[in-house]
């Protein structure tokens, strides 16, 4: 799967009464989150904090799919992009 720079959900995190996951890692993380599609409410998992950007963009590769996307965003939570579709 591609990696694309951005985040097609720039809602991701900003609702806590929702199941999704805050997208600002630990300071000097790179944060990589899973959106789950598959039934239901949308639910977000945290998949991990990673503090190697080439390690990072690895795992979102890896676990991003189809209807599986995951998100990377820094210790900002700024969106860094994105992997998979829904």
């Known amino acids: ?11 991701l995190g900003k ?3 929702t199941n999704r996951r805050e997208p600002q890692g ?6 990589v989150i899973g959106v789950g599609t ?9 998949i991990s ?3 190697d950007r080439e390690l990072v963009l690895r795992v979102a590769r890896r676990k991003g799919g189809t209807m599986n996307p995951t998100h990377v965003y820094d210790d900002h939570g700024k969106s860094i ?4 579709t829904v």
Not at 38 to 46: N, V
Not at 81 to 84: D, F, S, T
């Open 1 to 11: 799967m591609p990696f694309t720079a951005g985040s097609p959900y720039p809602e």
């Open 15 to 17: 609702n806590p009464s």
């Open 26 to 31: 630990p300071k000097g993380n790179i944060r």
């Open 38 to 46: 598959f039934e239901g409410p949308r639910e977000d998992c945290l």
């Open 49 to 51: 904090d990673f503090g």
């Open 81 to 84: 992009g994105h992997c998979g």
